[in-house]
């Protein structure tokens, strides 16, 4: 092989697994249109259900929506701010529709703090801007 051949060779596979994970972002966008579908029919979906069990599909739909919006940004812009975000809003999400016991929903709120307070504190100017 010579040089050239190589280094080009080199340079596509460097790019390779950022191409995959705009595929992959690509996939996970059209489930997010699917899940937009799904909260749709689940808002109509009002006089079949009780209140309770309404609220719980709705909140869990529009839950799984907006995480796999913000993890579709985080593979697309690959900043750290936009890892906390993808990982408060899951944390939120098992906060919210969880119902879990007590000592469970501390812990949330604890790391939901710490992620906070890292990204005020710990992050640096970088952080928040965007990978190319």
């Known amino acids: 092989m010579n040089k050239g051949l190589r280094e080009r060779f080199h340079t596509e596979l460097i790019k390779l697994p950022g191409r995959l994970e705009k595929i992959v972002a690509a996939i996970l966008f059209i489930g997010v249109g ?3 579908v799904q909260l749709f029919l689940h808002v109509i979906a009002f006089a079949d259900m009780p209140l309770g069990d309404y609220m719980d599909d709705i909140l869990i739909v529009a839950f799984n929506v907006v995480i796999v919006v913000e993890f579709v940004r985080m ?5 750290m701010n936009t890892i906390v975000e993808v990982l ?3 944390i939120a999400r098992g906060l919210v529709v969880g119902h879990e016991k007590p000592v469970y929903a501390l812990i949330s709120i604890i790391s939901i703090a710490i992620l906070l307070a890292s990204r005020k504190f710990l992050f640096c100017e970088h952080d928040f801007e965007e990978e190319e």
């Open 34 to 36: 699917y899940g937009c």
């Open 75 to 79: 593979l697309i812009k690959h900043s």
């Open 88 to 90: 408060i809003f899951a």
